[in-house]
């Protein structure tokens, strides 16, 4: 039994001094530098590439058997208590890692360190120190905190949103833009980190499932494009905004969110579709326009051609007289068409210029000059005027307004009653009233709708360009002002302007 006893103790020592010589083999062959203290701070084992690293780095040469911090505190008495702080720290059973930074050839470098204490089967108690080189780590940690400085920086000056969610909702980085107008537009403020969700308010469950329903989407690998408009402070602005997945390694990990303020260019787009409207209508109106001048100015002109060959082969010189008035009420009418297509390019083409109106000068001069309209005498004039405020618009237009409303009234008088027409004119402030009231024959209710339309007549006995009402309409409009009728067959015709004051637009005016 002795003999088993000391082959199997011989035997133990023999794997015991291959175990040492195999763990001595890894050490040093090891990637990262490794020192092992016993409780005193003796070494007990160094690996090349620790003693090479203490060598460089504090000019220390480690060996085994000597204490660590009698050999450092012959160079470096302020390291040396550094070190003695993490042994003792490590010893006490808590594990040290820290980063220390070194030069060598004028090149910082950094290495990382992990202090562990190790207590054996027999009782002893080892610090194990691990330690590797991370300078090219930190080297390029330094890098991706500058490019992800620059990166920020850039994000920081785009004028456009831009945010980015990761698979589980969370908002991974968003710019200033988009930080200022969701601040403005739900007075929230956006914290990293946060599911996105949580920032939407609470009464607006519809945007929420809106966006859930897009962020799902992208992550299922679809881009999208998106239309929304939001109120921003006091005004409503539209976006344009974009979903682009983020794919790493095949698979979509996020979404990257752009948006665009589109607000000028859809009230550009808005304009532009408004003013195509308007050149079509403009386009019809001056097709048709073309077509009944045409016809209108033909008439009485082929009228004065027939009667002045009349003139020539008639030999019954008494009816001279017969055909002369007959040319002048021709050329009378023509005259009026003329004056009506003038009318109605200057209303087209010129500017508005206001000046300070004088209503009683104004309704004067407008009835003076129609005064030698046939049966014009006819109609009596009632006047009614209260213009104790300033008022200011454009005279010229103001005055085609009653010429041609005026003309209306002595045109289509009612000859078997005592016929008038009533003017009344209060200005206020801000507008002023201009009523015309009449007891002509009046207008029948299926026509009123068309009598603003260019050259509608409602019959072929009617008189006048057909322009006459149309041009008052686009006068009063050209003036921001706005035109009603209320009439009936056989009594007469009410016509309400309103025309706002320039002055209110125009404070510096005298």
């Not at 000019?59 to 702080?85: A, C, F, H, Y």
């Not at 949103?161 to 991974?172: D, H, M, P, R, T």
């Not at 308010?201 to 945007?207: I, S, T």
């Not at 085609?400 to 206020?428: C, G, M, P, W």
Request: proline content about 3%; overall charge negative; aromatic content about 10%.
């Amino acid at each position: 039994m002795a003999a088993v006893a000391r082959e199997m103790t011989m035997l133990d020592q023999t794997e015991v001094g291959v175990w040492q010589d195999l763990f001595t083999s890894i050490i040093e062959d090891a990637d990262s530098n490794i020192l092992l203290l016993d409780d005193e701070f003796r070494i007990v084992t160094i690996n090349p590439g620790f003693y090479w690293t203490f060598l460089e780095t504090y000019g220390v040469e480690l060996k085994k058997g000597t204490s660590i911090l009698q050999s450092m505190n012959e160079v470096n008495p302020s390291l040396t208590r550094l070190w003695k702080d993490r042994f003792q720290t490590a010893l006490s059973g808590s594990p040290v890692k820290v980063e220390d930074e070194f030069e060598i050839d004028g090149k910082q470098n950094f290495w990382e360190l992990h202090y562990k204490s190790e207590t054996f089967a027999d009782g002893r108690q080892f610090v194990s120190v691990f330690s590797r080189d991370v300078s090219v780590r930190k080297a390029y940690q330094k890098k991706i905190i500058g490019n992800e400085a620059n990166l920020r920086s850039i994000l920081n000056t785009i004028e456009n949103s831009i945010w980015l969610v990761n698979s589980n909702f969370e908002l991974i980085d968003f710019n200033k833009e988009f930080f200022k107008l969701y601040k403005l537009a739900f007075g929230v403020k956006l914290i990293r980190g946060k599911n996105i969700f949580e920032f939407v308010p609470e009464h607006m469950p519809e945007m929420q499932e809106t966006w859930r329903a897009r962020y799902e989407a992208g992550l299922k690998g679809r881009p999208g494009k998106y239309i929304e408009t939001y109120a921003i402070g006091n005004s409503l602005r539209t976006f344009e905004i974009k979903t682009y997945p983020i794919v790493e390694d095949g698979e979509v990990t996020g979404l990257t969110i752009y948006s665009r303020d589109i607000t000028q260019q859809r009230e550009a787009e808005d304009l532009l579709k408004s003013k195509n409207e308007e050149l079509t209508k403009i386009n019809s109106e001056l097709d048709q326009f073309v077509y009944s001048a045409s016809h209108d100015l033909k008439a009485p002109l082929m009228s004065v051609k027939g009667l002045v060959n009349m003139i020539k082969i008639d030999p019954d010189k008494e009816k001279l007289d017969q055909y002369l008035q007959l040319i002048e009420s021709s050329v009378c009418k023509l005259d009026y068409f003329i004056n009506d297509i003038i009318h109605y390019s200057r209303n087209s083409r010129m500017e508005v210029m206001p000046s300070k109106i004088d209503f009683q000068k104004l309704v004067k001069e407008s009835i003076d000059s129609l005064k030698y309209m046939q049966d014009a005498e006819l109609v009596k004039s009632i006047i009614n005027i209260t213009d104790e405020t300033p008022f200011y618009s454009d005279h010229s237009r103001l005055l085609i307004i009653f010429n041609n409303i005026i003309s209306n009234a002595v045109r289509y008088q009612d000859k078997d009653k005592e016929s008038y027409l009533q003017i009344d004119i209060t200005t206020h402030h801000a507008r002023t009233i201009i009523e015309f009231i009449d007891n002509g024959v009046g207008i029948a209710e299926e026509f009123q709708e068309n009598i603003f339309k260019m050259f509608f007549r409602a019959s072929y006995e009617s008189k006048g360009s057909g322009l006459g009402l149309y041009i008052v309409k686009g006068t009063v409009e050209k003036l921001n002002g706005k035109i009603a009728v209320r009439s009936k067959l056989g009594e007469g015709t009410h016509f309400s302007i309103e025309i706002p004051n320039s002055l209110m637009y125009e404070p510096s005016m005298n």
